[in-house]
C-alpha cells in the first residue's frame, strides 16, 4: 500500500491559486493509478482527479480546467496545482490509490477558499 501524507493547503481568496502535495511511501507508488479526494463535513469524500501509472488523467466537472493533477514516480510525489479557487471547493484534501485503499488515508491538507 502507498502511505501519503499530504501539505500545501490554507486559506486563500476566491480566485487564488494552491498547490497540493503528497508524499507516498511505498514501493508500489508507480504502478498504481493516485487520485485527489476533498471532503466536507457530513459529506462524502469525492474524488477529485485521478492520474493512472501511464499518465492518463481525468477530472470532476467542476474542477476541470481549473485543476492539474501531475506526478513524479521518481520522487514518489503527487500535485494538485489548484488556480481560479471557488469557496466550493474548501475542504480537507486527500491523496490516496485509485480505487482507494482504506489503510491509505492520511490526515488531509485543509483548504479554505474565503474572502
Known amino acids: 500500500q502507498v502511505q501519503p501524507v499530504e501539505s500545501g493547503g490554507g486559506l486563500v481568496q476566491p480566485g487564488g491559486s494552491l498547490r497540493l502535495s503528497c508524499a507516498a511511501s511505498?514501493?508500489?507508488?508507480?504502478?498504481?493509478?493516485m487520485g485527489w479526494y476533498r471532503q466536507v463535513p457530513g459529506k462524502q469524500r469525492e474524488l477529485v482527479a485521478v492520474?493512472?501509472?501511464?499518465?492518463?488523467?481525468s477530472y470532476v466537472p467542476s474542477v476541470l480546467g481549473r485543476f492539474t493533477i501531475s506526478r513524479d514516480n521518481a520522487k514518489n510525489t503527487l500535485t494538485l496545482q489548484m488556480n481560479s479557487l471557488k469557496p466550493e471547493d474548501t475542504a480537507v484534501y486527500y491523496c490516496?490509490?485509485?480505487?482507494?485503499?482504506?489503510?491509505?488515508w492520511g490526515q488531509g491538507t485543509q483548504v479554505t477558499v474565503s474572502s
Open positions: 511505498g514501493s508500489i507508488f508507480s504502478i498504481v493509478a
Open positions: 490516496n490509490q485509485a480505487p482507494p485503499r482504506d489503510g491509505s
Open positions: 492520474i493512472s501509472s501511464g499518465g492518463s488523467i
